[in-house]
């Protein structure tokens, strides 16, 4: 079964612009959740999609945003970028449901915003 | 707010012994703790989980304990290997509340020396 993608792997922005992420869950995976990883802030929630809904957010500014799709596939956009929102994107799928909730992540999506 | 605490942030030991690592949890409705390892380059991979439900779980070399009064969960590696080496994170979530929200701990760095 193939695991979790991310694309692109690698992304350089500056100040003000703004960016999509995309990721593509194992197949049967109906849950994507977003993560930043940062060295200073360690790995934190951004939000979670389950069937094309929002289902979990956590504690960023509205800047950052996502969305699923029918498929699963979610993206993430981040608006008016900030030096600080260089880190490493990464997303995770799950079942999302009783079924199973273990969380595979993709190998992330590294911005760099100069 | 919900936390998760991580200690230590960095373990060094000889191969062949072993490796605890133990977080401690602020959410009193947090009930399955996930372990991950990251590799340097690579994306968090899920080691062993536990629910609330049981007080301890193996796997091969690996164990994982949860102290639900206490609020605390540990991470055992016995006869740790040089590919043992990463950095490990400990989780915590509500489910079915929480959904796939993970809080992770900071982080601890394992080097294993041959």
């Known amino acids: 079964k193939a695991g979790v993608t991310q694309t692109p792997r690698y992304l350089i922005k500056t100040r003000g612009q703004q960016v999509t992420l995309s990721c593509s869950p194992i197949?049967?995976?109906?849950?994507v959740s977003w993560y930043q990883q940062t060295p200073g802030q360690g790995l934190q929630f951004l939000f979670e999609y389950f069937s094309e809904t929002q289902r979990n957010k956590g504690n960023f500014p509205g800047r950052f945003s996502g969305r699923q799709f029918s498929n699963s596939r979610s993206e993430m956009n981040v608006s008016t970028l900030e030096l600080g929102d260089s880190a490493l994107y990464l997303c995770?799928?799950?079942f999302g449901t009783g079924k199973g909730n273990e969380q595979f992540f993709g190998p992330g999506t590294r911005l760099t915003v100069l | 707010g919900e936390n998760v605490e991580q200690h230590p942030s960095t373990l060094s030991v000889q191969e062949g012994d072993s490796a605890v690592i133990k977080c401690t949890y602020s959410?009193?409705?947090?009930?399955?703790f996930p372990w991950y390892k990251q590799e340097l380059g690579k994306r968090p991979q899920l080691i062993i989980d536990i629910r609330s439900n049981v007080g301890e779980k193996k796997d091969q070399r690996i164990a994982v304990t949860l102290n639900k009064t206490a609020k605390h969960f540990s991470l055992h590696i016995t006869e740790t290997q040089p590919e043992d080496s990463a950095v490990y994170f400990c989780a915590a979530s509500e489910l079915p509340g929480g959904y796939n929200k993970l809080i992770f701990g900071a982080g601890t760095r394992l080097a294993v020396h041959p």
């Open positions: 995770a799928s799950s």
């Open positions: 197949s049967g995976h109906r849950s």
């Open positions: 959410d009193s409705a947090s009930n399955y």
